[in-house]
Every structure is written in C-alpha cells, then in structure tokens.
C-alpha cells in the first residue's frame, strides 16, 4: 500500500525553526518529484517547495525563498523541509505530495498523484 506520512509539525515562534520530514510506505521516494504544499481553510492549496525526481533541482515559491529549503533525506525513503525565520503568515497545514512524471514540480501545481494527511504548522506569538 502506497502511503505518505508528514511530521515535524507543531507550533513555534515568529524566527523560529521546523524541519518537517515526508515519509513514503510501498514505493521508493528517490524515483519521484517530491513537493511540498500548504492549505489554509478557505483558501487554495498552495505550492511550497519541490525537489525533482532525476536531477533534484529544487524549487520554492516567493514567499518562501531563502527561509525554506527542501531536500532528500540519507535515507532513501524521506524528504525534508528545513524551515526558518517562520512567519505567522505560513501558518498552514504542510502536505506532501509524491509525482512520478515530476512535470508539476517546477510550477508547484498541486497535481501530483499521492499525498500524505497533513501536519499542521503554527506559527504564534
């Protein structure tokens, strides 16, 4: 069974740091495009960050680059995002998602096929 499961996530300070990590179950996650996404109620699912499945180039959006930084972990079935100087504004629920045909990653276009449950991130005075 293929499953995707987030953690990390919990509540932090504004300059505080979370590393959230993406774990796969039933496939091998170095073969596919990793992204990172966020929802807010009421809002549209927003792209973060993505890493390529053969080059692992690494995309972010605007709003989060040079504060987040996606990589693959030493163990083959996990990718992180290393967050800093978190904002009260990337409160969210951070999702990941898996795409074998990776041509979504560089758009951070929620179209990937298999997604985990979520973990939630607060960021909070």
């Known amino acids: 069974q293929v499953q995707l499961v987030e953690s990390g996530g919990g509540m932090v300070q504004p300059g505080g740091s979370l590393r959230l990590s993406c774990t796969a179950s039933?496939?091998?996650?170095?073969?596919?495009?990793i992204g990172w996404f966020r929802q807010v109620p009421g809002k549209e699912r927003e792209g973060v960050s993505c890493i390529a499945h053969s080059s692992d180039r690494t995309y972010y959006a605007d709003s989060v680059k040079g504060r987040f930084t996606i990589s693959r972990g030493n163990a083959s079935n996990t990718v992180h995002l290393q967050m800093n100087s978190l904002k009260p504004e990337d409160t969210a629920v951070y999702l990941c998602a898996a795409d074998l045909d990776g041509s979504s990653c560089p758009y951070l276009i929620p179209l990937f096929g298999s997604w985990g449950q979520g973990t939630q991130v607060t960021v909070s005075s």
């Open positions: 039933g496939f091998t996650l170095r073969h596919y495009a």
